[in-house]
């Protein structure tokens, strides 16, 4: 009685490991010999600990260590054992692996360097994780695991293997602790090996009869070594507590029970096991009642569990997170139909970020997005509500509001085609009775703008213009912005140059007009003398005297332009060239250049000097010698010109004489 007392006194007051090492110990003396503190012999390298965790090697050249259970086992019983193992840290400078072994000759043995402790062993079945590639034993280059018999090391005869000893990584060496689980089955005469959870290898044989010459009993334990390279290797005969629960990522939501269950492995059985909930309270059960959290926080729960070998597990720890109900909340502003209503999201949560909104507009869902934006809204009374949701999936209640979309002004508008520097009459119109237009706004393309319903406008210059308008209703909304083109038309005409002609000849009057707008121009010559036919943009006339054209030319938009063409009409030729100039530059007589009347072309005039260097050479019209060479002014003297010219009338005209410079 005394002893319980004790026992539940370190219980209430929390010295769980004085709680646990005195009920072990009780318990282990009560069972005797089966678990025994002294049931494992270690030789060479080989330390304890702590109650079941041995040190087989220590980082060190040239170490041997085993670690053997005392008592041999029957391999006429099936057996399931998980042990943690750790090959070290160092990876390609790390070595030499360890080794499981079942064998019936002792519990002293053991070998350093590349046989792991296993080598030479017969008969015997070794289950190795060899860490070192020793290339003359055949190994991979990777971490790997093999069944292998009579400590023979060299792959080719292995029962099962080589394979990679994890399945997820080619390197054990990793500074971490792996699970070992070697479960043989006595009957099925089949054994499984798994890592890190992970099957591996497997054989179907019967050992007793092919190993072990029908001797089912055998020690087991395991065996490491180093050579030339080292590594801290490592096993304990599992205490590995563990659990699951019956919500998702070990979160729910306030209100609901969650249920703790066991999952701990151990290699003996479990004895007790020990919960502490994080809220104050604790179990003893090893699947303790639906637990129910009073207030939402993150907990971290606690188990401890102790085997019948008096071994005391290190605390798992594991955060239990009960999360509270979010609270939707949120501001939503009146706005123009055009327009997006703006919202801003004020949901707020306690425990577990709110990760899902679901709006409603009118009943209807519409986004899932924290900051929605709505489009196509009518103009009315619109109700809006939020759901909310957190990462955890605790879900809010419905949070309602209301919210108007206003009325926009609807807008026609009157833009028409106009003519450069002539008044163009735009106008608009209202098309709703919805709303009260304020103000107009007329953009005309130009940089112009002007706020009346009915603007008169004057471009300069023309082109196609960009016209735009929008209007703004009393309640502040604007209009969908309306946007028209108009072409203000630029009319430019060319009539035929001035010009001398033949009497009673036909000749063709033009006008110039870019040609893209025939059809859609009016054409007035005048007056109707001698011609055709005074309303086409090309008619002919016959006179005898000379006259003056005009036209004017209109465009359906009522833009116009005239040209004037003035006719000499051709009555006899002459060529006159003056016998001296005055090259002085003051104006007047400054050039020797032909009079031609009557001339319809030259073919040249040129000018040569005493000596009869050509100073002076043309065949265009207008054009005269000013009395230099090269820009340098030429002496008093007398030069000769010669000039060929043809007439209207088809007469030419060679001639020659001289001309005296004068200053």
């Known amino acids: 009685a005394i002893f319980n007392l004790y026992l539940y006194h370190l219980m209430k007051t929390g010295k769980l490991k004085q709680f646990f090492f005195i009920a072990g110990l009780y318990l282990l003396l009560s069972c005797l010999p089966v678990f025994s503190f002294s049931q494992y012999i270690l030789n060479g390298s080989a330390s304890q600990n702590n109650c079941n965790c041995y040190t087989i090697t220590p980082a060190q050249f040239t170490q041997s260590g085993s670690v053997w259970n005392a008592n041999k086992i029957n391999l006429s019983n099936s057996f399931d054992f998980t042990f943690n193992v750790y090959p070290g840290c160092l990876d390609s400078s790390g070595a030499d692996g360890i080794v499981f072994i079942l064998q019936p000759i002792s519990t002293s043995l053991g070998s350093s360097g590349g046989g792991m402790g296993f080598e030479g062993i017969t008969p015997s079945i070794g289950i190795a994780l060899d860490t070192w590639q020793n290339t003359i034993n055949n190994d991979p280059y990777y971490d790997h695991i093999s069944i292998q018999a009579n400590g023979v090391i060299s792959h080719g005869a292995d029962l099962a293997g080589p394979v990679q000893a994890s399945a997820a990584n080619l390197n054990i060496e990793d ?82 029970p969650v249920l703790f269950s066991d999952t701990s492995v151990s290699f003996a ?90 709006w409603l507009i009118d009943g209807t869902v519409v986004s899932n997005a924290q900051q929605p934006l709505f489009t196509n809204l009518t103009a009315g009374d619109h109700q809006l509500k939020l759901v909310v949701k957190s990462v955890i999936g605790c879900e809010s209640d419905t949070a309602i509001k209301y919210f108007i979309i206003k009325p926009v002004p609807l807008i026609d508008i009157t833009a028409p085609d106009g003519c450069i520097d002539k008044p163009i009459n735009f106008s608009a119109i209202q098309t709703d009775i919805a709303t009260n237009i304020i ?135 002459a060529i006159y060239v003056p016998t001296g100039f005055t090259p002085n530059s003051d104006g007047r007589n400054d050039l020797l250049r032909p009079i031609y009347i009557g001339v319809n072309k030259v073919y040249y005039f040129k000018v040569y000097n005493r000596w009869g260097q050509l100073v002076f050479s043309s065949n265009k019209f207008g054009e005269g010698w000013d009395g230099k060479i090269n820009g340098n002014p030429q002496p008093l003297g007398t030069y000769v010109w010669m000039l060929k010219a043809e007439d209207l009338a088809g007469k030419i005209y060679d001639m020659k004489g001289t001309s005296t410079i004068i200053r």
């Open 175 to 256: 500074c971490q602790w792996h699970t070992l689980r070697i479960n043989w089955n006595a009957v099925a005469f089949s054994m499984e090996v798994y890592f890190d959870g992970a099957l591996r290898l497997s054989i179907n044989q019967n050992i007793v009869a092919t190993i072990f010459n029908n001797d089912p009993n055998v020690y087991w334990g395991f065996t490491a070594a180093t050579g030339g390279a080292t590594n801290l290797q490592q096993f304990c005969t599992a205490l590995n507590p563990d659990f699951y629960t019956n919500v998702q990522n070990n979160a729910a939501c306030i209100g609901t």
């Open 269 to 358: 059985p479990i004895q007790s096991w020990y919960w502490n909930f994080g809220d104050g309270t604790t179990s003893n059960l090893r699947n303790p009642p639906l637990h129910n959290y009073a207030s939402p926080g993150v907990y971290e729960v606690k188990l401890v569990i102790s085997g019948l070998d008096g071994c005391i597990s290190d605390t798992l720890r594991k955060n239990i997170t009960i999360g509270s109900k979010p609270v939707a909340n949120f501001e939503v502003f009146d706005t123009c139909a055009n327009l997006q209503p703006r919202i801003n999201d004020l949901s707020v949560n306690t425990v577990g970020v709110i990760n899902q909104w679901t």
């Open 439 to 573: 103000q107009w706004n007329w953009s005309f393309g130009d940089g112009s703008t002007s706020t009346l319903q009915n603007p008169v406008h004057i471009y300069s210059p023309g082109g196609n213009k960009t016209v735009k308008l929008f209007a703004t209703a009393s309640n502040g909304c604007a209009s969908v912005e309306l946007t028209k083109t108009i072409n203000v038309t630029v009319l430019n005409i060319l009539a035929n140059n001035d010009t001398t002609i033949l009497p009673n000849i036909p000749f063709q009057l033009l006008v110039d007009f870019g040609g893209s707008l025939i059809g859609q121009l009016n054409f007035a010559w005048s007056p109707a003398t001698g011609l055709n036919n005074t309303a086409i943009w090309n008619p002919v006339t016959i006179i005898q005297n000379d006259i003056s054209y005009f036209v004017t030319v209109t465009t359906l938009e009522g833009c116009v332009a005239t040209d004037t063409v003035n006719i000499k009409v051709f009555k006899g030729s």
